[in-house]
């Protein structure tokens, strides 16, 4: 189970704060950035890496963790600002967005391998944090839950390109998809969906 790195930083820290985002390999759709702030490690074999769980399990678990974190913020980022200034910069954006709006003095905080800015408080930049830290599993669980139900949404009103089923990423219906009738407002014009398929 994971919480044991989390309970480290939580012997000198107020609390830890995860951050993870969903979404940064998408064709279409936000890249949804969560921060989520613990002040004790609850034991739960089920958080761990978002896309590790079924769709149904990441909808219980988030229901759970809503219970056990001290609280969480979610912040969207949309394909209009992604293709300004590029999918790394607004994902490190929103990030900083999201810690600023949660953390206190006295937290620390862990990001899934992006570099934050200098934000009052001491931050762990970790690759695949989310497998190695309960609090940035649980985050990546809110942003993946999170982002599905914008897709779903999004899919009610036009599901030309599959949304409700591939949320976005550029699997082989998706890319079809665009073959035949193109892009749609929503998707990234700076990603190259390449090979487009007939």
Request: with cysteine; charged share 30%.
């Amino acid at each position: 189970m994971l919480g044991e790195k989390d309970r480290l930083i939580l012997d000198r820290a107020d609390a830890v704060v995860g951050v993870d985002e969903v979404g940064r390999g998408c064709l279409a759709g936000p890249v949804v950035i969560c921060a989520a702030r613990f002040e004790t490690i609850p034991p739960s074999r089920w958080v761990r890496d978002s896309k590790k769980l079924t769709p149904r399990r990441r909808v219980e678990t988030a229901a759970w963790l809503r219970g056990k974190c001290s609280d969480w913020v979610v912040v969207e980022v949309w394909q209009d600002l992604i293709d300004t200034i590029n999918i790394l910069e607004a994902t490190r954006l929103a990030m900083e967005s999201a810690v600023r709006a949660l953390v206190s003095p006295g937290d620390e905080v862990v990001v899934d391998h992006v570099k934050l800015g200098d934000l009052g408080v001491p931050i762990h930049s970790i690759k695949r944090a989310d497998a190695s830290f309960f609090s940035v599993a649980a985050a990546s669980i809110f942003a993946k839950v999170h982002r599905d139900g914008i897709m779903v949404r999004l899919a009610l009103d036009d599901d030309r390109w599959e949304w409700s089923r591939n949320m976005g990423y550029g699997t082989t219906a998706h890319r079809r998809a665009i073959g035949r009738i193109g892009r749609s407002y929503l998707h990234r014009q700076s990603f190259r969906a390449s090979p487009v398929l007939p």
